[in-house]
C-alpha cells in the first residue's frame, strides 16, 4: 500500500528538482510550502484514519530521530563549509518530515540512511563512467596535470577546450584556469558567472580560447535526492539487505 504522504513529498521533491536541473536554485517559497504541505498532510491523515501511516518499525522510534537529526546536522556542517548547499540540506528535512522512520517499503534502514545509499550509488556510478572515460580517451592530457592532482581529475573532471566551454555555458566548472590547479568550486555559481571567470582569464592573457581546461561537474543535488527518495519508496532496503546478507 502507497504512503500518501510519501507519495505527496515525492511529487513536491520532483517539482523542486526539476527547478534544481534547470537552475541550480529552487525558491524558498516553494521549499516552505512543500514544508507546509507536508505538515497539513500529516494532520490529515491523522484526523481521518485516527492513526499513522505506517506498519509497526523494528527499531526504536527514538533511534530513527536520531539518525535524522544526525544526517541533517552534518549536512548543515557541509553546507556551512560551502561543500553541500543549503537547498539540499532543506530537502533533506523534508525527507526527514515525510518519512521520520523507514519508507513505507522498507523494513528497517532509516528513510535518511536509505536515501542517501541511493544518493552515493549515483555518484559513483557517474565517478566510474568519468574515470573510464578519461583513462580511455585523456590518457596523454591526464599526463600533463600536476602528480598531486593526477589522481583526482579523473575521478572528478574532463577535459573541455575554452571555446567549447564559452560556446555551451553550463554547470561545468573549471579547475585549472591559467595554470592554477584545484580541486574545489564555488557552489553557487551560475553559467553565467563561469563565463565571467573565463573571459577574465582571457583578458589576462593566461589563456586561449584553444586551450584545454578540466572542469568539474556542479551535480542537481536536489534533483538526485529526490530520485533517491523515488527509489526508497519503490524499492525499499530491500536491495541493500539483500547485498548485505
Known amino acids: 500500500m502507497v504512503n500518501p504522504i510519501e507519495a505527496i513529498a515525492a511529487i513536491l521533491l520532483i517539482v523542486m528538482g526539476y527547478y534544481d536541473v534547470k537552475q541550480r536554485e529552487v525558491d524558498v517559497r516553494l521549499v516552505t510550502a512543500s514544508y507546509a504541505i507536508i505538515i497539513i498532510s500529516w494532520i490529515l491523515y491523522v484526523i481521518i484514519h485516527h492513526s499513522l501511516p505506517y506498519r509497526n518499525i523494528i527499531l526504536p522510534f527514538k533511534f530513527y530521530i536520531i539518525v535524522d537529526a544526525l544526517f541533517i546536522g552534518i ?122 571567470e573565463v573571459k577574465k582569464a582571457l583578458s589576462r592573457g593566461c589563456l586561449k580560447k584553444s586551450d584545454i581546461v578540466w572542469v568539474t561537474y556542479g551535480h542537481p543535488g536536489i534533483a538526485q535526492i529526490a530520485l533517491a527518495y523515488v527509489l526508497s519508496i519503490i524499492l525499499g532496503d530491500k536491495p541493500f539487505i539483500y547485498l548485505l546478507t
Open 75 to 196: 549536512a548543515s556542517l557541509l553546507a556551512f563549509l560551502e561543500l553541500f548547499g543549503w537547498g539540499d540540506v532543506a530537502v533533506l528535512g523534508l525527507v526527514a518530515l515525510a518519512s521520520p522512520t523507514t519508507t513505507n517499503n522498507s523494513y528497517v534502514m532509516p528513510s535518511m540512511i536509505l536515501v542517501l545509499l541511493y544518493f552515493s550509488v549515483m555518484i559513483i556510478l557517474f565517478i566510474l563512467l568519468n574515470i573510464t572515460r578519461n583513462l580511455i580517451l585523456h590518457r596523454e592530457l591526464l599526463m600533463k596535470v600536476p602528480k598531486r592532482y593526477r589522481l583526482t581529475y579523473p575521478v572528478i573532471a574532463k577535459p573541455v577546450k575554452v571555446s567549447d566551454l564559452l560556446k555551451k555555458p553550463s554547470w561545468w566548472y573549471p579547475l585549472n584556469l591559467c595554470g592554477k590547479y584545484q580541486t574545489r568550486f564555488n557552489i553557487y555559481h551560475n553559467p553565467e558567472d563561469i563565463v565571467k
